[in-house]
């Protein structure tokens, strides 16, 4: 836990469209963390808007996806991060000196038959991700 630098950590969240699953966790960041965290996220090939489940369900826990816009992923925005968070199964490049881990969300049960309840799912399993990235940052706000 960092308590001495004034330095605000930056996390970059990154899946194949940026869409829907970086989305939703840089929105969870965004709420855990308030101003402490930087938080960006960006795609391999961006869709040409957010996935609109996928803000429902982020909508459902408190937290704000809907005035976000998919982003390209680029070789500057993957440098200027401090953590670099994959999300889901997009083929990123390793660049030297760029410390990159991936979150691979749990399969949805076979009985949630819905794509509402998968999705709720998927809130939930990136939802847990970033609470123990939040304190492994030690940024928790309030």
């Known amino acids: 836990m960092s308590t001495s630098s004034p330095q605000t950590p930056s996390v970059l969240f990154v899946c194949n469209t940026n869409g829907g699953k970086s989305q939703i966790a840089a929105a969870l960041l965004r709420q855990a963390a308030g101003d402490s965290v930087a938080v960006k996220s960006a795609g391999l090939i961006p869709a040409h808007h957010i ?42 490049p390793d660049l ?15 009985e949630l038959g819905t794509e509402r309840e998968r999705m709720e799912f998927l809130r939930d399993d990136i939802a847990a991700r970033v609470a123990m990235l939040n304190d492994d940052l030690g940024t928790t706000s309030g």
């Open 96 to 110: 030297e000196g760029v410390a990159m881990e991936r979150w691979v969300p749990a399969e949805a049960p076979a």
């Open 51 to 92: 996935n609109e489940l996928a803000a429902s369900v982020v909508e459902e826990v408190g937290a704000d996806m809907r005035a976000e816009v998919p982003t390209a992923l680029t070789e500057e925005v993957l440098r200027a991060a401090d953590r670099v968070v994959i999300v889901g199964e997009a083929q990123v």
